[in-house]
C-alpha cells in the first residue's frame, strides 16, 4: 500500500481559519459620548482580537435615536460618515428582521442611551436571540414585575443581560457584589460616592476657587455627567445605583423607597434642559454659601448608603445625601472623578473591601461594555 501526503493550498487553510472563527453580530443603538467610543475601540481592536481569540466581531447595526444603519459585513472605520450619508430613518423591529432576513446568528443588542422607552423593546429582542448588555441603567430601575419578568424571559430563551458599567462605570463592580452575594456572603452595607460626575464636581468646587456652575460645564464637558445632567444634580442617577446594588442583594425595593437629597433649585426642576443649561449661574450663590458654612478641613461628598437588615428581602434603608466629611477621610481623599464603594460583609468585619477608580467617562465606560460583550462572546458555541 502506497501512502502520499495531500498539500492543502495555503488560500485554502487561510480559509479554514476564516471558517473557524465565531462571529459575533453587535447591533449598537446609541452612539452618543459612550457609544462612539465603543465603535471605535471594536474596530481597532477587532484585528487583535481575531487573531488572539477566534472571534469576529461584527457591528452590523448602529443607530441613534433618529437614523439606523444596517451593514450585514460590519462597519468600516468611517461609519459616521457612512452613516450620516446613508442612515435611515427606523424602528427597532427593523433591526431584529434585519438579523433575521440574513440568517445572523450569535446577537448581542447594545443599548448606550439613557432612554426610558428604548428598554421596552428588550423583551422582543431576547425573544428574537439576542443577548443583552447596557450601560443604560433604567431597565433595572423601573418596576419590580418588569425588572423579573425580563430575567424570567432571559432565563427561558438561555440568553444573557450584562451591565457591569450600570454602576461605577468600567469599575469591576457588579461582577464582584454578584459574586460575594452568590457565594454565600453576608454583605451587610454598601456605602460611598456612586457618581462620578459629582465625585468630580465636589473633588473641584471643594479644592478650587471656582463658581459651581463653571465646575458643572467642565464635568458636562468631559463627558461625565448623564445627557441631561439634572439627572445626576436631582439624585437620581445616584438612586439608580443604589437601586440596582440593592437588587443585586435579591432585596425587594422600589425606586420610590431611596430617600434622595435633590440638588437642584426649586424653580430650575421642571424647565427644558436647554433653560436649564442656559441658567446654570443660578447655583453659584446657594453652593458658594453651602461651601463658606461648611466646618473647617471638612469637604463635601455626594453619599449613597444601602443599610439597615439586608438579610430581609424588605429590611434595606436606601438613601443619598450632600454630606461634609473630613478632608483626611478615605471619602474626603477621593481625586478626580474617582467614585470608590466601600463592601461591608459578614467575614470581612468592620474592614470593608474597596473599590475605587474613575467612576465616569465615555472611554472608561465604552470599555466595560466591550467587556461585557467579550464576556457573552466567548460563552457563545459556534
Ligand atoms: N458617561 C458616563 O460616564 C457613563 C454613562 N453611562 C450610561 O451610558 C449611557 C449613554 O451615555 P452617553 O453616551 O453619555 O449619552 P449621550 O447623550 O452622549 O448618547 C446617547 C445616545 O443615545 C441615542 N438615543 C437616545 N434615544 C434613543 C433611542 N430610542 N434609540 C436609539 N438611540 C437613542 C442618542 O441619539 C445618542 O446617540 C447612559 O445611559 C448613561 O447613564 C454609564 C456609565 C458611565
Ligand atoms: N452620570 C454618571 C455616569 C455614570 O453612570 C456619573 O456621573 O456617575
Same mark, same amino acid.
Given at each position: 500500500m502506497s501512502t502520499a501526503t495531500v498539500e492543502i493550498p495555503l488560500e485554502q487553510l487561510i480559509n479554514l481559519e476564516k471558517i473557524k472563527k465565531k462571529k459575533i453580530n453587535?447591533?449598537?443603538?446609541?452612539?452618543?459620548?459612550?457609544?462612539?467610543?465603543?465603535?471605535?475601540?471594536?474596530?481597532?481592536s477587532k484585528e487583535e482580537i481575531s487573531r488572539r481569540r477566534d472571534l469576529d466581531l461584527n457591528i452590523f447595526a448602529i443607530a441613534n435615536s433618529k437614523t439606523v444603519l444596517l451593514q450585514q459585513n460590519g462597519l468600516?472605520?468611517?461609519?459616521?460618515?457612512?452613516? &450620516?450619508?446613508?442612515?435611515?430613518?427606523?424602528?427597532?423591529?427593523?433591526?431584529?428582521?434585519?438579523?433575521?432576513?440574513?440568517?445572523?446568528? +450569535?446577537?448581542?443588542?447594545?443599548? +448606550? &442611551? $439613557?432612554?426610558?422607552?428604548?428598554?421596552? +423593546?428588550?423583551?422582543?429582542?431576547?425573544?428574537?436571540?439576542?443577548?443583552?448588555?447596557?450601560?443604560?441603567?433604567? $431597565?433595572? &430601575?423601573?418596576?419590580?414585575?418588569?425588572?423579573?419578568?425580563?430575567?424570567?424571559?432571559?432565563?427561558?430563551?438561555?440568553?444573557?443581560?450584562?451591565?457591569?458599567?450600570?454602576?461605577?462605570?468600567?469599575l469591576p463592580l457588579i461582577d464582584t457584589i454578584k459574586l460575594l452575594h452568590l457565594s454565600g456572603e453576608n454583605i451587610t452595607r454598601i456605602r460611598g460616592v456612586f457618581s462620578g460626575s459629582l465625585s468630580y464636581?465636589?473633588?473641584?468646587?471643594?479644592?478650587?476657587?471656582?463658581?459651581?456652575?463653571?465646575?458643572?460645564?467642565?464635568?458636562?464637558?468631559?463627558?461625565? &455627567?448623564?445627557?441631561?445632567?439634572?439627572?445626576?444634580?436631582?439624585?437620581?442617577?445616584?438612586?439608580?445605583?443604589?437601586?440596582?446594588? $440593592?437588587?443585586?442583594?435579591?432585596?425587594?425595593n422600589e425606586f420610590d423607597d431611596i430617600s434622595i437629597q435633590n440638588l437642584i433649585p426649586k424653580d430650575l426642576r421642571n424647565v427644558s434642559k436647554e433653560e436649564f443649561l442656559n441658567r446654570l449661574q443660578e447655583l453659584d450663590v446657594p453652593f458658594q454659601i453651602k461651601k463658606k458654612n461648611q466646618p473647617k478641613d471638612c469637604v463635601f461628598r455626594y453619599v449613597a448608603d444601602l443599610h439597615g437588615d439586608l438579610s430581609k428581602e424588605t429590611g434595606a434603608i436606601l438613601t443619598v445625601n450632600l454630606t461634609s466629611v473630613p478632608k483626611n477621610s478615605m471619602l474626603g481623599a477621593l481625586k478626580g472623578s474617582d467614585s470608590i464603594f466601600e463592601i461591608y460583609t459578614e467575614s470581612y468585619g468592620d474592614n470593608p473591601i474597596v473599590i475605587q477608580g474613575a467612576g465616569a467617562g465615555a472611554a472608561v465606560t465604552a470599555r466595560g461594555v466591550f467587556g461585557d460583550i467579550l464576556r457573552i462572546s466567548d460563552k457563545e458555541h459556534n
Amino acid at each position: 500500500m502506497s501512502t502520499a501526503t495531500v498539500e492543502i493550498p495555503l488560500e485554502q487553510l487561510i480559509n479554514l481559519e476564516k471558517i473557524k472563527k465565531k462571529k459575533i453580530n453587535i447591533a449598537i443603538f446609541g452612539h452618543g459620548n459612550v457609544g462612539s467610543h465603543l465603535v471605535n475601540q471594536i474596530i481597532s481592536s477587532k484585528e487583535e482580537i481575531s487573531r488572539r481569540r477566534d472571534l469576529d466581531l461584527n457591528i452590523f447595526a448602529i443607530a441613534n435615536s433618529k437614523t439606523v444603519l444596517l451593514q450585514q459585513n460590519g462597519l468600516s472605520k468611517n461609519w459616521l460618515e457612512e452613516k &450620516t450619508e446613508s442612515g435611515k430613518k427606523y424602528i427597532p423591529e427593523e433591526v431584529i428582521s434585519f438579523a433575521k432576513n440574513n440568517n445572523l446568528q +450569535n446577537l448581542i443588542l447594545v443599548d +448606550n &442611551t $439613557a432612554d426610558s422607552s428604548f428598554v421596552q +423593546n428588550y423583551s422582543s429582542f431576547v425573544e428574537n436571540g439576542f443577548h443583552l448588555v447596557s450601560s443604560n441603567k433604567i $431597565a433595572n &430601575t423601573l418596576d419590580l414585575n418588569f425588572y423579573k419578568e425580563l430575567r424570567e424571559k432571559l432565563t427561558s430563551k438561555k440568553r444573557q443581560y450584562l451591565y457591569e458599567t450600570n454602576v461605577g462605570a468600567g469599575l469591576p463592580l457588579i461582577d464582584t457584589i454578584k459574586l460575594l452575594h452568590l457565594s454565600g456572603e453576608n454583605i451587610t452595607r454598601i456605602r460611598g460616592v456612586f457618581s462620578g460626575s459629582l465625585s468630580y464636581i465636589f473633588n473641584t468646587f471643594s479644592e478650587e476657587d471656582r463658581s459651581f456652575s463653571s465646575v458643572l460645564k467642565s464635568a458636562i464637558d468631559k463627558g461625565f &455627567t448623564e445627557p441631561d445632567p439634572r439627572e445626576d444634580l436631582c439624585g437620581n442617577d445616584v438612586g439608580r445605583k443604589l437601586l440596582i446594588l $440593592a437588587r443585586e442583594l435579591d432585596l425587594h425595593n422600589e425606586f420610590d423607597d431611596i430617600s434622595i437629597q435633590n440638588l437642584i433649585p426649586k424653580d430650575l426642576r421642571n424647565v427644558s434642559k436647554e433653560e436649564f443649561l442656559n441658567r446654570l449661574q443660578e447655583l453659584d450663590v446657594p453652593f458658594q454659601i453651602k461651601k463658606k458654612n461648611q466646618p473647617k478641613d471638612c469637604v463635601f461628598r455626594y453619599v449613597a448608603d444601602l443599610h439597615g437588615d439586608l438579610s430581609k428581602e424588605t429590611g434595606a434603608i436606601l438613601t443619598v445625601n450632600l454630606t461634609s466629611v473630613p478632608k483626611n477621610s478615605m471619602l474626603g481623599a477621593l481625586k478626580g472623578s474617582d467614585s470608590i464603594f466601600e463592601i461591608y460583609t459578614e467575614s470581612y468585619g468592620d474592614n470593608p473591601i474597596v473599590i475605587q477608580g474613575a467612576g465616569a467617562g465615555a472611554a472608561v465606560t465604552a470599555r466595560g461594555v466591550f467587556g461585557d460583550i467579550l464576556r457573552i462572546s466567548d460563552k457563545e458555541h459556534n
